[in-house]
């Protein structure tokens, strides 16, 4: 009996001292308590299991110290554990006056277990001998000190007992199976320990009870307690997560829907079953020997309702690549990609019209062109002509209200498979429509449309549409659409002819006018451009008053270039002012040299619009009148109607200057606009000058000539002198003669020519 004992003992320490390395190795909040507790344990077996291999009296009294100071130590151990597990208590508390109470009676009692060793007063053993004479085992016999023991031994036993019923009743349900299981451990213990109060036994059990009572502390520590407690965790935090959460066993037999997954599958053995069709139908579709973990879209039909969902198929193996487990995650989608579908529209889509904005047209245009390789496109852009005028006049609603018409007449007239629309910017429009779809009365119908919707306003307006036959569907279709605006630039101004198709003269024309740009200022300081002068003739006697000077770009290259192929360029692209001054300047020159020369003769000089915003004319012109010592009466300034009704507020001031200084001020082109009155009742000017267009009219008719003579006495009455352009017959100098015109000017008497041949013709003043 006895070595079965001790063998059972030397077992149950080995054990404790197992669960302490384990213990301290775990390093978590509980180890060190723990830990402590399986010493204290395995310490109070070692002494007590000591005393049966000494038979010195003074070395088992030692023992029998250790024993008792170790037991009431493992009482309080268990108490910090108790009210430690459950994280009841979060902080440590002052240090109240009944625990120094409590501390220093079990100091005494620790130095009275100690002093016993000597004394005997608190235990007193007693040896106890086999038949034959051998020894057996210590009796022991208790003093009254012993009380002390004992009553600080019930105090801790009930104030643990306390502990675990208030977490057993307090606490979540979770834990109370387990206070319940250590409460009875402990109460055994108390009753055995306890017992050898009153009762002498040769063995004591209630030490080999601290093992089962340690390993135990030890398993809810680190095993029971977190496991229970994680799995509890994941179940809640399973059916409470957003997302659908079915798990399979390694034959595929569900055993776990999550409430998301049972709203999508149903309850009970329906909703495991039709979770079980559904895997199975994934898995016919992607084998489980393709992949580990397979992620795809799924569309569900949900309580009559499609839901879409991000579909997670996972398959959990062993160390041996086995099946364990799998689980199923449907995510519900449905919503965020409503939202990321408003949010691409709403950065696709132009917020007024709807259409495709400039980014996603062109986009979208490159897609379909890929796709679609054997069909035939077309790309259509649309411009309405000075739709600012609209918003100045009736407002940003109104013009708002064009826009919108305009985007809807064209995605509806040619709307249709592979069909694209979108607005690119303010009143620019382009579409991509196949061309066997593609009718030109549509668009013929989308203008008159348009236009009758703003008569109510009493304007007229003019969309143009340039169209460009796709022919190679890998070009960026921002060239196609930059080829189909060509085209609209091609027929601007034109009120007839407001629908044109793209064609190779436009691009021509286009690389013309950027070659213009481009060599234009090298030109310009290589002095290719050069002064021609066109007589201006006295009708009186037909001597030679002046001329104007008119530019010919003669290159080196390709011989002398028409002003036709450069003025427009130039206006166009903003440099036209460069050519003007140094114009300007070429004739203040000559007038300076005949000036010397005694010659009384005058030049004058073209104003365009872009003048006025890029150079100081009034500065300039009267720059140029103090650096060559010149009359600013020979210097003569023409400038058209057009060019003054673009800002005639603006354009008055610096004209009203000009003639204050000196200048003779001539309105050219007149006739030609639509506000010449106007333009004369508001401008002081000293000459103006027909339009050749007049003299130019089918057979000069009558109504022509009176016209013309209206347009002469009515600039008589006014002061004004009249010059008429054009003069090409002699039966048109006869009758401007007769209606009193003053000057001519024309082929009649001369072509525009040379510096060199003007002066070697006129300079003596000599007539036609």
Sequence with gaps: ??????????????????????????????????????????????????????????????FCAIYYICDLCVLSVIYLFVISIAEISKSAKNITAPVWVFFVLSILDFIGFISNIWTENVIKLSPVFFADGSFDYWKRSFGWPMYLDMTLQIVMCALILLALLKRTFK????????????????????????????????????ITLYVFLAAYAFQISFWGLNSSLLNTMLSLVSENISYAVICFASRGKCFYLNREARAIFGFGHMGVAAAEAYRDKLLAQYPEKMFDFLTLTQSLQVNSETRTYECEYKIVKDSKDRNVVSYLKLADTTEEIKRLEEEKYKTERDALTGLYNRSAFFKKATEI??????????????????????????????????????????SSSLNGPNSIFGRLTADKFAALVPKNSFKISA??????????????????????????????????????????????????GNLENTIAFYDSSIMDKQIHDKRVVSEFDEALSNGEFVMYLQPQINAADEKILGAEALVRW??????????????????????????????????AKKLAEWKAANNDMYISINISAKDFYYCDVYNFLTGLVEKYKIQPQKLNIEITETVLMQDISAHRQVIQKLNDYGFTIEMDDFGSGYSSLNTLKNLEMNTLKIDMGFLREANFSQKIKDIISSIISMSKTLGMT???????????????????????????????????????????GAAK
């Design 554 to 587: 003669i290159s080196p290259e390709r011989g002398i270039i028409p002003p036709i192929e450069f003025i427009p360029v130039l206006e166009k692209s903003g440099l036209i002012h460069k050519l003007d001054q140094y114009m300007w300047e070429e004739a």
């Design 1 to 62: 009996m006895k070595a079965l004992y001790l063998t059972w003992n030397a077992i149950s320490i080995i054990s404790l001292v197992v669960f302490v390395f384990f213990a301290i190795k775990k390093k978590t909040r509980l180890s060190p308590i723990v830990a402590t507790l399986c010493s204290l344990a395995a310490l109070c077996l070692i002494s007590y299991t000591a005393q049966f291999y000494t038979t010195n009296k003074r070395v088992a009294l030692a």
């Design 369 to 410: 062109l890929r796709v679609n390789k054997s069909a035939d496109f077309l790309l259509i852009a649309t411009d309405i002509m000075d739709f600012k005028i609209v918003n100045n006049l009736f407002g940003e609603e109104a013009g708002n209200e064009v826009l919108k018409l305009q985007a809807a007449l064209l």
């Design 171 to 206: 606490l979540p349900s979770f834990y109370r199976g387990n206070f319940i299981t250590l409460m009875i451990f402990f109460l055994i213990v108390i009753i055995l320990n306890n017992s050898n109060y009153f009762y002498t036994f040769k063995f004591e059990m209630s």
């Design 443 to 492: 668009i013929e119908q989308n203008n008159a449309t348009l236009q009758q919707a703003v008569t109510k306003y009493n304007y007229k307006l003019q969309n143009y549409t340039g169209i460009y036959e796709i022919s190679d569907k890998f070009e960026n279709p921002k060239f196609m659409y930059d080829k189909a605006a060509m085209t609209i630039e091609n027929i601007r």
């Design 722 to 764: 009249v010059i008429t352009e054009g003069v090409e017959t002699e039966d048109q100098v006869k009758f401007l003669k007769n209606a009193n015109c003053d000057i001519f000017q024309g082929y009649f008497f001369s072509k525009p020519v040379s510096v060199s041949d003007f002066e070697k013709k006129y300079c003596e």
